[in-house]
């Protein structure tokens, strides 16, 4: 709600494409920043206790853009600051968050599914948040669901209060923090499994995810509508990402992970060129939660892929790399998208970045091929071992 919410406010008060990319720029660029720091410190410290307070540092970013806004008075720059905050908080949150569901499954086996049953919470809450942000914008303003935000935060502390982990031993410190960053890029550059889907990962952030900046664009200016109708397409794409991540948390053991990610590639191309051009809002609607399904698989199996075969020592690193790929990228493209988009129109910058999606499903066939060629290699010569760190 409170994402809707900032992304109206700051398009009534400019009526400014690029300040919209800007303003997801000041939300999630300093995860970019920031995110290696936050992965050294989960993986030092104890998540649980990293996780705790940044939902309590993220409240108090909550309650001062609703007093912010209650007050008055405001300029679109001190929107953008608080912004800021919550993507400094963000860097340290993604990183414990992500790790500490690795320790919170028992049985290993189960950990792509409870992965992404994680992803349709996530999901569930962006299906509905949108919607109803939108019709209190309409009805009461934009303020409440700036409260409302924050107020829910007491019903998350208070869970994570309630649970009850193993104690973590204390790990004893050797190195500095350059040095224990240094040690994670390396790891990821030798582990080519892992690398790959991080490198696709960062593409289709940088230049497809950032389509969701142009969504109030096409709510108030392409079907002529209100906070709401911005508000049902943000539900709408809700609704596809947690109906893909669904159909993720439902496959079998042993399901090539890889395979389902190149076609949901191409699905999440498909749609977004789909969507590009159709001016008949129900089809559109159609559209974009096609592209939305397809969107899921990028960031669920990416880390599935990535928790399954990184060493556990490793894990707050590499799940930091994977957030600076996702979260990091994403202000940059939102920045070049807002640019291009101001240049040659919002519908063909989104059929431009549903191009490029169909362009890295590509890639990932080519490497699926080339990994099958190492498995079984040409007759005449000794066949190698199969992997056994990723789901086959």
């Known amino acids: 709600m409170q994402k809707t919410a900032v992304s109206w406010v700051v398009y009534s008060l400019t ?55 209650f007050l008055g008075n405001y300029t679109v720059w001190e929107v953008i600051a608080l912004s ?84 973590r031993a204390p790990k004893l410190i050797k190195k500095n923090i350059l040095a224990e960053l240094r040690e994670g890029l390396v790891y990821v550059r030798r582990t080519p499994d892992i690398s790959f889907v991080l490198a696709m990962l960062a593409l289709i952030s940088l230049f497809v995810l950032p389509f969701s900046t142009l969504i109030p664009v096409y709510a108030k200016d392409i079907f002529q509508g209100s906070a709401y109708t911005f508000g049902v397409i943000d539900s709408v794409i809700g609704l596809g990402a947690f109906t893909g991540a669904i159909f993720l948390a439902s496959l079998k ?7 389902i990610l ?29 592209a939305a399904f397809g969107m899921m698989s990028q960031v669920t199996i990416t880390n599935t892929l990535i928790q399954t075969a990184v060493d556990p020592s490793m894990r707050g690193r590499v799940i930091s790399i994977y957030a600076m790929a996702f979260f990091g990228m994403q202000p940059l493209g939102g920045l070049i998208i807002g640019f291009v988009s101001h240049y040659i129109g919002v519908q063909l910058t989104v059929l431009m970045e549903g191009i490029i999606a169909i362009g890295i499903g590509i890639l990932h066939v080519r490497f699926l091929r080339k990994r099958a060629r190492k498995r079984n290699p040409r007759p005449g010569l000794r066949k190698q071992p199969p992997e056994t760190t990723l789901p086959v």
């Open 15 to 69: 009526h400014s494409k690029f300040m919209l990319g800007v303003t997801l720029f000041a939300a999630m660029f300093p995860s970019f920043l920031f995110s290696f720091i936050g992965g050294v410190i989960a993986d030092r410290y104890d998540r649980y206790k990293v996780l705790l307070a940044t939902q309590v540092l993220s409240m108090v970013q909550a309650t001062l853009l609703t007093l912010l806004v």
């Open 84 to 167: 800021v905050w919550l993507g400094i908080v963000n860097a340290f949150d993604i990183p414990a968050r992500q790790s500490l569901v690795y320790d919170m499954v028992d049985d290993k086996k189960d950990l792509p599914n409870a992965l992404a049953l994680n992803s349709s919470m996530v999901n569930l809450s962006r299906l509905i948040g949108p919607g109803i942000a939108g019709l209190m914008i309409e009805r009461f303003g934009d303020v409440v669901c700036f409260g409302s935000n924050a107020l829910s935060f007491v019903a998350v502390i208070f869970s994570l209060l309630m649970m009850r982990l193993p104690k």
């Open 253 to 259: 053991p042993g399901t090539n992970l890889r395979k």
């Open 262 to 290: 190149a076609i949901n590639t191409f699905v999440f191309g498909a749609g977004l060129a789909l969507f590009s051009h159709t001016t008949f809002y129900p089809l559109a609607l159609a559209f974009v939660m096609i």
